[in-house]
């Protein structure tokens, strides 16, 4: 089964707009944390905001927020007040506290963010 | 600070050559990893290190080999390049494995097999 799950291959927003990125995740590790990067065109891979498991309250960091809803295992990026600049591929990862890989990331598929003027 | 440097960053290959592909990072991080980035898909993991001298696979180790001889390095290597490997790699590392522990990104390495 996947661990991460990206359903919107692709998301179209205007400038000045607020967008909603999909992810729900798979895990039966009591113990996790979610990721959310940025990938620009350039291709390298930005860190934006990070959700515990065991965090109560929703992780925010700029115009960036993550709509943690852990009875539904979803993390969902909003990006308030869209930029031109926002356009970009945006990947949720998950880090699980067990397993034999320590510390690495699963990784969804990205949902490429489009911002039109 | 320099954060995680790979080179080089583009490199065409023929079948059946071999290259390596190197990351340096300078933060002092016991943990380095290798992933791969396939068109359209996330990433996936190639082989990781918790330290110098101790290597491990991950979910798509075939095909390549690693070393961690130093902190700072962690070459990845190619053995006989197949089409299959045309990706973007990504060399990570991060301090510990900690659940909060952020992983800093190389800037990637394109290698297109032909």
């Known amino acids: 089964a996947q661990k991460i799950t990206q359903t919107q291959p692709g998301m179209f927003v205007q400038e000045k707009e607020a967008v909603t990125l999909d992810c729900t995740y798979d895990t039966s590790d009591p113990s996790y944390g979610l990721f959310w990067y940025k990938q620009p065109s350039s291709g390298e891979m930005i860190f934006l905001i990070y959700q515990g498991s065991y965090d109560q309250q929703n992780a925010t960091e700029g115009r960036y927020s993550l709509n943690f809803q852990k009875a539904r295992k979803s993390a969902n990026l909003v990006i308030s007040a869209s930029q031109l600049g926002d356009s970009a591929m945006y990947f949720c990862a998950m880090r699980e506290y067990r397993g034999s890989t320590l510390g690495r990331l699963y990784f969804g598929r990205g949902t490429q963010l489009t911002v039109w003027p | 600070n320099a954060g995680v440097t790979q080179t080089p960053k583009f490199r065409i290959l023929k079948i059946g050559q071999s290259m390596t592909l190197q990351c340096t990072q300078d933060?002092?991080?016991?943990?380095m990893y290798w992933y791969r980035q396939d068109p359209g898909m996330g990433l996936k993991l190639i082989y990781y290190s918790v330290g110098a001298g101790i290597t491990d696979k991950g979910e798509v180790p075939n095909g390549y080999n690693v070393s961690r001889s130093t902190t700072e390095d962690f070459p990845l290597r190619l053995e006989l390049a197949a089409p299959s490997q045309t990706s973007v790699y990504f060399c990570?590392?991060?301090?510990?494995?900690?659940?909060?522990?952020?992983?800093?990104f190389g800037p990637g390495t394109r290698l297109l097999v032909l």
């Open positions: 990570a590392s991060s301090f510990s494995r900690e659940i909060e522990e952020t992983q800093y």
């Open positions: 933060m002092n991080h016991n943990y």
